[in-house]
């Protein structure tokens, strides 16, 4: 079984949060706050994974975020108006 601690998930929570804020933008970040849970007992306590991931979203939460409307990149207008278009790209 593997095991973590809260803060450690924590962290790696961080870390991702800073890798992926371009993609995800603003909304994603406050999406991914206030689905994190708080720790019911000691945050440097181990505990198993799959009760670490019921309280701190990681990994694939991020990725299935949708990407920031408010902001596209260009290579995102691209692909929309390739997809608008029916152009592959």
Do not use: W
Not at 10 to 34: F, N, P, S
Not at 61 to 69: G, H, I, K, M, Q
């Amino acid at each position: 079984m593997f095991e973590m601690t809260y803060n450690e998930a924590m962290t790696i929570q961080h870390a991702q949060m800073m890798y992926y804020r371009h993609r995800i933008g603003l909304k994603g970040i406050k999406a991914i706050r206030q689905a994190t849970k708080p720790c019911p007992g000691n945050p440097d306590a181990m505990q198993p994974v799959s009760e670490i991931n019921q309280l701190i979203p990681r990994g694939g939460r991020f990725e299935s975020l949708p990407r920031n409307l408010a902001t596209p990149s260009h290579n995102n207008l691209a692909v929309h108006d390739a997809i608008r278009r029916g152009v592959p790209y």
